[in-house]
T-cell receptor
């Protein structure tokens, strides 16, 4: 089946540093979504991308939909302690509406 | 306020028991989904329903059952046939259509533990 490879698996950074994580797939996706999950809570949507090449920002977060439609990255600038959590990428293809394929997640820890 | 409500938040099940997790949404979303999340893992799709009275198996449907009698409700039953049910369960819904972006939103999750 389709799989997403998300990396890195975990990151431990200093407050104020920038963060970058990415997802790659062997399959083409028509939608890329990035979620953040706090412990014991459901994932919360951060950024949604719908077109190849699209670059979208949400505050300190920036995400891009790769031109090949097989990859996406998420950048967090000037990290703060509340950025701590697990970040998931998810891809979706036409005809499989809602059948998101999730990456394994990137655990982010921020040292004050 | 509109949203997706899952209950209970925490549930303990004895071996051999069936348990049902509730998921209700008042967002008028068409499609609803159940995902399972194991520690340190991504989400895996159990079942989904795109319209009332219809649902399809996801990637790990064995040992689970669902119903969709109302648009607002999509309960998940974890049966005794599910050999390793301890996990975090997430319900989600989506408003389908070209203007909606087909973005999926999640409930807060339910922890199920087998004792």
């Amino acid at each position: 089946g389709q799989q997403l490879n998300q990396s890195p698996q975990s990151m431990f950074i200093q407050e104020g540093e920038d963060v970058s994580m990415n997802c790659t797939s062997s399959s083409i996706f028509n939608t890329w979504l990035w979620y953040k999950q706090d412990p014991g809570e459901g994932p919360v949507l951060l950024i949604a991308l719908y077109k190849a090449g699209e670059l979208t920002s949400n505050g300190r977060l920036t995400a891009q939909f790769g031109i090949t439609r097989k990859d996406s990255f998420l950048n967090i600038s000037a990290s703060i302690p509340s950025d701590v959590g697990i970040y998931f990428c998810a891809g979706q293809t036409w005809g499989d509406t809602g059948k998101l394929i999730f990456g394994q997640g990137t655990t982010l820890q921020v040292k004050p | 306020d509109g949203g997706i409500t899952q209950s209970p938040k925490y549930l303990f099940r004895k071996e051999g028991q069936n348990v049902t997790l509730s998921c209700e949404q008042n967002l008028n979303h068409d499609a609803m989904y159940w995902y399972r999340q194991d520690p340190g893992q991504g989400l895996r799709l159990i079942y989904y329903s795109q319209i009332v009275n219809d649902f399809q198996k996801g990637d790990i449907a064995e040992g689970y059952s669902v119903s969709r009698e109302k648009k607002e409700s999509f309960p998940l039953t974890v049966t005794s046939a599910q050999k390793n049910p301890t996990a975090f369960y997430l319900c989600a819904s989506i408003k389908q259509g070209p203007l909606s972006g087909n973005t999926i939103y999640f409930g807060e999750g339910s922890w199920l533990t087998v004792v």
